[in-house]
């Protein structure tokens, strides 16, 4: 990969679930538990095809992303014949707020922040962020979020509400896991795109699109060593 130049950009926006955020492991934490206490017994892959055929139809239908996390777990009831509790849809829609930071991702943020302004774009909402973002140690600039836009990725309204939060005229290079709801919808506006190939091959809890990032990078770490050096 040709290395982003820095000139180009004044601002980095990054997806946070998936690129962040390690949420299929958490999700799945939650997951197979729930399910295990209603003798259901199936493999991580089904639930993280699941994840990526529900997810996007609910959330086509609007409303808090709670309620779409709800409905994501129901459907996998339905389909596997079992009913979860209150206290365990409870549990699973937590999980996801409580995600951890992938390994390289705080260190890599901190890096590019002292070099950037930073924005999250992010199909959540903000009392679920809130958690999330206790364990990320960076201030974002913008932080654009699909239960206050009303809206979510990949529609095109988020973008052009993070597009809004920041300063006119401001470069943006979009960095995301997700090619269905970031990498899409970023480069048809034209938008300069690092593709973070968290999966390496392997299924994902994310709706497989083809798409042509402007770069592709396997982690937050190998970003800032490829803009900054390994050395800042």
Known sequence: MTAPDLSQFDVLSFDCYG???????SMLGALQPILRAHDVHVVDHFLLRCVAMHEPELQSQGGRYRDVLEGVLRRIGERLAFVPSKAETARFVQSIAESPP???SCEALKRLSRRFSLAVLSNTDADLFEVTEQSLGVDFAARVLAGDVGAYKPDLRMFQALRDALPKGA?????????FHDIVPASSLGWPTVWIDRS???ADAVKPVQAQPTWTLS???ALASAILGAKD
């Open 219 to 221: 982690s937050l770490e």
């Open 200 to 202: 390496a091959g392997r």
């Open 19 to 25: 690129t962040i955020v390690d949420w299929e492991t």
């Open 171 to 179: 470069r943006i290079l979009h960095v995301a896991q997700s090619r």
């Open 102 to 104: 992938f390994a390289d």
